[in-house]
């Protein structure tokens, strides 16, 4: 009997028109778009069939656009193969698609977590806007290379740091604008494959969003956290947690912090975890699972 772990994805993951089939397909999905809409204050369900994606990209309307057919593509599983909802035992999710995962595994209501997800990504823009920062996805080199590299093209007063280790040789550095176009430059000369800057508004996951932190510190200080059904791997230390003080801490320290998605993956499988579902949008996780562990497979579930 395969033991199944879930894996849903964070931003950059959106595209205009997910979520549609979902919409027309099924009515439990229809009713989640539907209620995210009341929640929301406006029309999640156009901007995610319509576009433009210049506004579904914002980090403002991309998380909770995510994290709704994130949770949509779930009750797409749970109407066609129920058997594999009950038989999954932990989950995961790359940055805002932790939420998506304490969701499934009945730690936040769908309500409670969507109003997060909607504070998390003003906070997280807000901060972006008082500070020009991006990121870089490095390909190609080794991690120590990579701090090496974050090291020497830092300059005083400058963030750049590693801020998710995603798989072997795909490494992401956040920081000032200027550092990151330095680590560019300098990367390719040491020899990498590639380094891409990332479509995102800001630095995160690094000491420069820390304005965010206080935001989510108060706004999940209001919401009721449970302590997880199924293991949920937490981004920060790759880690569960049961604790719900300590889930509303792992949920701060997390914008902050690198993510340590390749860790989580190998502590998944380490705990025995052989058949995986990318719930949600895109293929970027099935992509870095095939990096991690090339035998291990991982289905999608979006449609």
Request: glycine share 8%; aromatic share 6%.
């Amino acid at each position: 009997m395969s033991k199944i772990a879930f894996l849903f994805p964070g931003q950059g993951a959106q595209a205009v028109g997910m979520g549609k089939e979902l919409y027309n397909t099924y009515e439990p999905c229809k009713a989640l778009f539907d209620q995210a809409n009341e929640i929301l204050g406006y029309d999640l369900t156009k901007l995610c069939f319509e576009g433009p994606a210049s506004d579904l990209d914002s980090t403002v309307h991309s998380q909770p656009a995510l994290f709704v057919c994130s949770l949509a593509a779930l009750e797409k599983l749970r109407q066609e193969s129920p058997e594999v909802l009950m038989a999954c035992e932990a989950a995961a999710g790359l940055s805002l698609g932790e939420y998506s995962a304490l969701v499934f595994a009945g730690a936040m209501s769908f309500e409670e977590g969507l109003k997060v997800v909607q504070r998390r990504g003003q906070a997280m823009q807000d901060a972006a806007d008082a500070q020009p920062s991006g990121m870089v996805s490095i390909l190609g080199m080794a991690l120590e290379d990579v701090q090496q590299l974050c090291d020497d093209v830092r300059q005083e007063n400058e963030v750049l740091q590693i801020a998710n280790l995603l798989c072997p040789g795909n490494i992401v550095v956040s920081g000032h604008n200027s550092a990151c176009e330095q680590a560019a430059e300098k990367a390719l000369a040491a020899g990498a494959m590639k380094a891409i800057p990332l479509a995102v508004a800001g630095a995160f996951h690094t000491p420069l969003m820390q304005p965010a932190v206080e935001q989510l510190t108060e706004v999940l200080s209001g919401v009721e956290v449970k302590s997880p059904e199924i293991t949920v791997v937490s981004n920060v230390d790759a880690n569960s947690h049961s604790d719900p003080s300590d889930l509303r801490e792992m949920l701060q320290q997390q914008v902050v912090s690198p993510v340590m998605w390749e860790a989580s993956i190998r502590r998944l499988l380490g705990d025995g975890f052989d058949q995986f579902y990318e719930v949600g949008p895109g293929r970027v996780l099935r992509g870095l699972l095939k990096r991690i562990d090339r035998k291990i497979p991982c289905d999608g579930v979006m449609g």
